[in-house]
């Protein structure tokens, strides 16, 4: 009944449950080894918030708010473990239904790649594997030979979403996931070696790769699957070019290895600038580069300050303009943008790690990530709080200073891992009233920053950065494990006459010399003791609270020998004492260590040498030495129970005892103990240790037979009466030492190294259980008592997806009905517990782990692991509005351990939905039953933490869109999330174009324009959009809001942001596409000017001077006439730029332009030129058609349902919604429209005439229940219907939500 973990047969191999090599049902129980550079830094942060990385051959999935540990995701394989090199969440996607049967509906897929070239796609939540990914099976190659993944990312396209993904030195591509898993498209970029890839955040369809040489590839999925590329060059230094030639003659790695392990410390990353679209951001290691996609070329090169390490990775604020690099040095550099310029000033350097408590040299940063996830809270927050600012002020454009204020107050986050594997947690405040009031001042202008350098290139904010939280798992590879099993005779510390209970504990040596000891209850290292300065190679428990391990290394002078070192440790006072001094090296290295039971004598086992017997008193003395040629000992374990026995008893384990039982008698001041051994010729016996005296035991011999004969005894239990032995041959012997019973069986398989008693408790019936581990680090659970056990052996149970080091059984086991727990120390330097159960035939069957009382000093407030139907439920309850005292639990609320089994009696729990005002819609009483249903939940307190409770409690109040942006938050839809918080603007700027009141300002501001009231929305002159360059934008709209611009102030501003960057380019190129920015923001006296530049001799000059002649037209007539002077006559080449549009634009046909730019696939440059010169239902129709093209094009259906809504194609808003089934969202838009518009009404109202009849301004009841939607293009039935469904929905979640079972993690 082998069951052994092989690799996946095909590269679209699925398996859901416990998946793939049952990798899956294993992880809740198990602490990960430390990363180390054969990860790759790899490590993705969600945005619900959870941090995966890799170590090891596994990933590592936490929860950095509250710093625990939520699972651990191994990666099986049949060979050797492989290191994983690459992780990415996957962004949320859009429930189809509330099943979410769906591989594209899972809330939580991760995808991870390793060495060995596999990806998996696991769910994180389900700790399932869904599907397999191979490229070498695609490609028919030997495993492994095609090289190792190198990075993973996640593209959009119409079907869903798409796995890119860089395989060996130079391989990109792109899978299909979810229906059927194959390979969709592969680009080979050789000779280059591809570093790096990374999705556009403005463009979900668009990515872009890296390579170590600077090569650039741009790919766009289309909407048929076809891809379009594009190829760029990014210029890297003279010196990271040498570099590389040099570490490529040195490369040690196989040919088609991956950059991370070709080249680990030369690293090219990139990222895309959140705040700016086409902008890139690019480090090689000594360098640091901003590279704009639209003009192929490098905006500006910073190169890498004096006395840092290299770069490693670069990171950008999602709300502010800062970077984030991390060097190799373990430094974090804080980048800002200069003002006016694509040029980043370094503002501040920070240690990721502290010098102070750590050890020298301090362990490497691997990596570090900031969490995009908090900013959309912070926005929310913000946007609640200059709400009655937003709506009072229509002026977009503010004062240079107040882009400063931005940064006031603000926090970001980061995480970083390190390679002794902690995971620390940072805040990063941005203060300014810390900094001298006389950085504020003087702020230059464009025309005379030359003259003030150094007063820009000053921030005026102090960085703050401080410590949060960390996490301490595995610091180093294990060694060794240590259970602690004590008899009766071994007592609580300090001392009394109580028997020390078992408690849940192991003990872990470790490579780098320290201790480790876990709470396998919290899966959690409780406690970690730096003891050695080598290897910990032999480790035991002393009773349940002292522990003795021991290390020795080489004597490095002539006589040679070993400097052994044995070191008693406290687990209560943390102190640690050596015995055992010696002044000399010693001729032989210690072997093994062997503690009793009682933790009273210890055997030390030398290599070549006597064995020494200690009494482990307060100050521990040496007993006697035997000079016996020993292969192995063991001490007794406490003996198995009787019927007749107390249940304290079963622990008892004296041959006085044994001999005492039949009458009760039993005499603690005789008390003995007894340890079994084999000597080299295969001889057994077994020695009784009773006070300073050793004598033999003379047990009842076997017969002659019994003795090998062709091997050494290699490993031994003993448990009175039993005595069972293992051979290099791989044979099982085992012995009463009572009766002289014997016997034996052949296990067929390698050499036998451990072999470990099951614990055993009154009523087992079994009492000859084994794990026997083999030489070949695999290992077998035999049942001695069975009349066949090699027949009834269960061969690798819960098969652990790694090659195994050491084992044993825990000891905590009190009940027969309780399942027998194994750790395991992994040769992926993890440690496991693997439990197996025993059924009725006697054969063991294994499961997943399930400890009695999963401890946890804080619970998960993470409601995306809730089951789908709750998860829905927590979804909706937030939409609607809850008191934030729901979320307030105390003691007397808390459940007991069975709170997600028994559902309690509930009292009126509708008292805590909030009062609204808002019309009903869908069924009213689906809120109470709902509540009903989270309320264990609740009770938990698992729903929101402190911080997300008080952040909720302050918006609840602020409106429908500020529930419903909180809501989208906390599971991660940033889309939707933004969405809401622009819905007002979007639906007020609607509303104020489409009065006549608005068009009549538009017309008369159109015929009189006023420089000081004019709207930027007017032609003005070149001068006064200058000086407006220097005005930034208000904090309402920075950030991740700007990637929802539709205003026309905004769009002008970010296009007018970015003229200056391309000042200083050349090329005929460049030229022509600033003149293409110029003439859509308006600025026709700069364009002509850089037309009229273009040199006579050049190909394109009687072109450009055609245009300037018919562009300076539209400015004046003396700069006409200028042009006309400048330019010769008889063009009649042909023009392959954008002209077309600009002609237009100079005799005032700015809608026929739009619609050229659009057809020519321009919708950026249309919505700017519309900007500029339109208003109106003209620019509502660019919008408009914008909006059918994000939609359908870009499949991002929240940015095309901003743009439909500032359009005011309302209709076409919710007709989408309705299409992506999306009835919840629905009937909330209709929420916030109602809300939204009911408060715009009720602010015109005092502006109107007085003279109208008010008489009917009183709503009737009927009135205030019925839904107010701003459009006339929509019909009550269509409402009426957004409602029932809405309805219907309901019903169905409460259903569904009634038939799952609560679970909380």
């Known amino acids: 009944m082998a069951s052994s973990a092989a690799p996946p047969a095909s590269p679209s191999s699925r398996s859901h449950g416990n998946a793939a090599g049952a990798g899956g049902s294993a992880t809740a129980m198990m602490l990960p080894g430390p990363p180390g550079r054969g990860n790759g830094g790899c490590i993705d942060l969600s945005p619900t918030g959870l941090l995966a990385h890799g170590a090891g051959s596994s990933v590592v999935v936490t929860d950095p708010r509250s710093m625990q540990l939520l699972c651990v995701l191994p990666m099986p394989s049949a060979a050797l473990a492989s290191f994983v090199t690459a992780v990415r969440w996957a962004p949320p996607a859009a429930p189809s239904s509330l099943a979410g049967d769906d591989d594209d509906c899972r809330p939580l897929r991760l995808a991870a790649g390793d060495r060995h070239g596999r990806i998996a796609v696991w769910d994180a939540r389900a700790r399932a594997v869904l599907c397999w990914l191979n490229l070498d099976e695609v490609r028919s190659v030997a495993p492994g030979s095609g090289g190792g993944v190198q990075d993973l990312c996640w593209v959009h396209h119409a079907a869903g979403w798409l796995l890119a993904s860089i395989h060996g030195p130079s391989l990109l591509c792109i899978w299909e996931t979810s229906n059927n898993p194959r390979v969709l498209w592969m680009f080979d970029a050789a000779p280059e070696y591809l570093s790096c890839v990374r999705r556009d955040p403005f463009d979900a369809r668009h990515l872009c790769a890296i390579g170590l040489r600077g090569f650039l590839l741009s790919a766009i999925v289309r909407h048929d699957s076809d891809i379009s590329l594009q190829e760029h060059r990014v210029a890297c230094g003279a010196g990271d070019v040498t570099e590389l030639q040099r570490l490529e003659k040195e490369m040690a790695a196989p040919a088609p290895a991956p950059a991370l392990a070709a080249f680990p410390l030369f690293a090219a990353r990139l990222c895309f600038s959140p705040l700016w679209r086409q902008i890139l951001f690019v480090t090689f290691p000594r360098e640091l580069i901003v590279f704009d996609l639209s003009y192929s070329t490098a905006l500006s090169v910073t190169p890498l300050p004096r006395g840092f390490g290299k770069f490693s990775d670069v990171m950008a604020d999602p709300d502010l303009d800062l970077l984030y690099c991390t060097h190799t040095d373990g430094k974090l550099s804080i980048w800002r943008r200069k003002e006016g310029e694509q040029v980043h000033l370094l503002c501040a350097v920070e240690e990721l790690m502290p010098s102070i408590g750590t050890v020298v040299p301090p362990p490497a940063v691997l990596a570090a990530t900031i969490w995009q996830s908090e900013s959309i809270f912070r926005n929310i927050d913000k946007q609640c709080q200059d709400l009655a600012q937003t709506q009072s002020s229509y002026s977009f454009i503010t004062d240079t200073n107040s882009d400063q204020n931005v940064c006031q107050g603000t926090m970001t986050y980061l995480t970083s891992i390190s390679e002794d594997g902690k995971i620390w947690s940072w805040l990063l405040t941005f203060d300014k009233s810390a900094y001298p009031k006389k950085a504020n001042l003087g702020r ?174 307060k100050n521990p003395m040496m007993l006697r030495s035997l000079a016996l040629p020993f292969t192995v000992l063991e001490w007794t374990l406490p003996a198995a ?45 077994v020695f009784e240790v009773h006070g300073r005296r050793i004598r033999d035991f003379r047990p009842k011999w076997p017969s002659s037979s019994f003795a090998s004969s062709d091997g050494l005894v290699t490993a031994m239990a003993y448990r009175l009466p039993h005595v069972v032995m293992g051979d290099r041959s791989g044979n099982i012997r085992w012995w009463d030492v009572t009766t002289g019973l014997s016997s034996s069986f052949s296990t067929h398989r390698e050499g036998i190294r451990r072999i470990k008693f099951s614990p055993v408790v009154h009523g087992d019936r079994s009492r000859g259980r084994i794990a026997v581990l083999f030489y070949d680090n695999t290992f077998s659970i035999f049942d001695l008592d069975s009349p066949d056990p090699l027949a009834n052996a269960l061969l690798q149970p819960q098969s652990p997806g790694t090659l195994v080091l050491e084992l044993d059984w825990l000891s905590t086991r009190t009940k027969k009905d309780e399942p027998l727990v194994l750790c395991i120390a992994g040769a992926d330097s993890s440690f496991r517990l693997i439990e197996v159960n025993i059924d009725a035939k006697g054969s063991s069957v294994s499961k997943p782990v399930a400890m009695k009382e999963r401890f946890r000093p804080m619970p998960f407030c993470l409601p995306v692991l809730f089951p789908t139907a709750h998860a829905s439920a927590v979804r909706m309850i937030l939409q609607l509005g809850v008191k934030p005292s729901w979320f307030e639990c105390n003691n007397s609320d808390k459940l007991g351990r069975d709170s997600f089994k028994v559902a309690p009696a509930f009292g009126d729990l509708r008292s805590y939905m909030i009062e609204t005002t808002l019309p009903p819609i869908g069924d009213t009483v689906v809120a109470e039953l709902l509540l009903k249903v989270l309320e264990p939940y609740r009770k938990e307190g698992c729903i929101l933490d402190d911080g997300r409770a008080r952040l909720y409690s302050a918006i609840v109040n602020k409106g429908t869109y500020a529930r419903f942006a909180f809501a989208a938050a906390i599971f991660g839809d940033v889309q939707e999330a933004l969405f809401w918080l622009q819905l007002p603007q979007a639906l007020r700027h609607f509303l104020d174009k489409s009065t006549t009141r608005s068009r009549e300002k538009i017309s008369q501001s159109n015929l009189h324009p006023d420089p000081e009231q004019g709207s930027p929305l007017n032609r003005i002159s070149s001068r006064e959009r200058s000086a407006s360059g220097k005005l930034i934008k208000n904090a309402v709209n920075y950030g991740q809001l700007s990637s929802m611009a539709f205003k026309q102030e905004q769009l002008w501003f970010n296009a007018n942001e970015r003229i200056p960057w391309h000042d200083k380019l050349d090329g005929e190129e460049a030229l022509q596409k600033r003149v293409h920015e110029l003439v859509s923001l308006g600025n026709l006296e700069t364009a002509v000017s850089l037309l009229l530049s273009t040199p006579p001799e050049g190909s394109n000059f009687y072109p450009n001077a055609l245009r300037a002649v018919v562009l300076s037209s539209a400015v004046s007539q003396s700069l006409h006439e200028l042009a006309v002077k400048v330019v010769a006559a008889n063009m009649v080449r042909t023009d392959k730029s954008l002209s077309g549009t600009h002609l237009l634009c100079a005799v005032g046909r700015y809608q026929e332009a739009c619609s050229q730019l659009q057809d020519a696939g321009c919708w950026n440059d249309a919505a700017t030129l519309a900007a500029s010169h339109l208003h109106g239902s003209d620019y509502a129709r660019v919008l408009q058609r914008w909006a059918d093209y994000v939609l359908r094009g870009e499949q991002n259906m929240w940015r095309a349902l901003i743009l439909y809504v500032a359009a005011g194609a309302l209709p076409e808003a919710l007709d989408t919604l309705r299409k992506n089934q999306r009835p919840d969202t629905a009937a909330m838009f209709l929420l916030a429209c109602h809300e939204i518009y009911s408060q715009i009404a009720a602010e015109s109202e005092p502006t109107e005439d007085t003279t109208e009849d008010t008489s009917g301004s009183e709503p009737t009841p009927e009135q205030t229940k019925k839904l107010r939607f701003p459009s006339k293009n929509v019909a009550e039935e269509d409402l009426i219907a957004v409602s029932e469904v809405f309805g219907q929905y309901q019903q169905k979640l409460v259903h569904l939500c009634m038939d799952t079972e609560p679970n909380a993690d």
Not at 672 to 681: D, K, M, P, R
């Open 444 to 617: 230059p202008s464009h025309s005379n920053a030359a003259s003030a350098t150094t007063c820009s290139n000053r921030p005026d904010f102090t960085i703050k950065i401080n410590l949060m939280g960390q996490l301490h798992l595995l610091s180093s590879t294990v060694t060794t494990l240590a259970v602690p099993a004590p008899s009766l005779l071994a007592t609580v510390a300090r001392g009394g006459n109580n028997p020390a209970p078992a408690v849940p504990l192991v003990a872990l040596g470790t490579q780098n010399g320290t201790i480790e000891v876990v709470d396998v209850v919290a899966n959690a290292v409780s406690v970690s003791f730096s003891v050695h300065s080598s290897t910990v190679r032999g480790l035991r428990w002393l009773g349940n609270s002292r522990l003795v391990s021991f290390s020795y290394n080489q004597a490095n002078d002539k006589t040679g020998g070993y400097n052994n070192k044995l070191v008693i440790t406290c687990l209560r006072s943390g102190l640690n004492r050596t015995f055992r001094v010696l002044q000399k090296p010693e001729r032989a290295p210690i072997r093994a260590l062997r503690a009793s039971s009682s933790g009273r004598y210890l055997l030390i086992l030398f290599r070549d040498a006597p064995v020494e017997v200690w009494a482990m008193t």
């Open 641 to 685: 129970p009787r019927p007749g026995q107390n249940a304290s008893s079963k622990q008892s384990s004296t041959s006085k005892e044994r001999s005492s039982e039949a009458s009760g008698a039993e005499n603690s001041d005789e008390t003995c103990e007894s340890f079994a051994f084999a000597l080299v010729n295969g001889a057994l016996g």
